[in-house]
């Protein structure tokens, strides 16, 4: 085979290649996580970019509880990438992008790992990075149900009705989907539902936003609400907190102080990188001269 032949077929099988990644879908079940982003003006504001984060057993122990100690990882199924090309390169200094992260078991049937009917889970805004915000209040059993329906119909609805099961995914990510505003399930169409509330229930809204400014993170507290027969109005339980930096990268840690401590940025671990080799070469310098 000569060489045009062999870069040929190398061509089409790269483009092969690309169309299966292209042609994946987003697949999404009851209980698992959605993190959703939108604009309300300039550029994107007429798409939610929706990810899935997973099962909410990704999230907690075995038993449900919030995984405690001092976890924290790389929440991957988010694409920087995807951010810029929806949201334009300066995304993270746009007051106007907003996010937040849901959840729900359903109106029938149990979670998981068992939770009861309707439990929902619902970022809140910490104000202050690293400063756990304050747990949400539930209002009723019934007010739940209500409000579960709706993210129902974000996570799991079809894509055709702006649901992000089934949606084509990205180039850049598996789990992320672009959803058209103007569908009736999007995440931005059933935040924004009720003025000044979000999903007609969390007050205020459960949005954070994207504007770092001098932050190295922006964080949302993960919380967990339950519907109980027993007790109409039982407080949110803590399970974790979501941190988003200035690259687009999120990450989960079992407490909210994990996001205090500021991260050195890549510049800054090259400087300690190169410090540190200098210092190698001084020491073996010493020594040489030494041994002579």
Known sequence: MNKKCILAAAAFSLAAAVSTVNAQTVTTNLGDLVLGFYASSGTGASSSLEVDLGSITNYVDSSGNPLGGSTMFQVTNLSATDLTAVYGSTWNTRSDLSWGIIG????????PLGEPVATLWATNAETTAGTQSNAWLVSSSSGQKSVSSKLESVI???????????AAATANSAFSAVI??????????EDTSVAGTSFGYFNPSIDNFTNFGSSTWIVSDLYELRSSTSNPKPEAVYVGSFGLNAEGQLYFASSASAFATAVPEPATYAAIIGALSLGLVV??????????
Do not use: C, E, W
């Open 104 to 111: 729900t078991v359903g109106r029938t049937g149990t979670g």
């Open 156 to 166: 799991t609805a079809n894509f055709s009705a702006g649901g992000l099961n089934g």
């Open 180 to 189: 058209d505003n103007s569908l009736s399930n999007s995440y931005k169409n």
């Open 283 to 292: 020491i073996r310098r010493r020594r040489q001269a030494a041994a002579a």
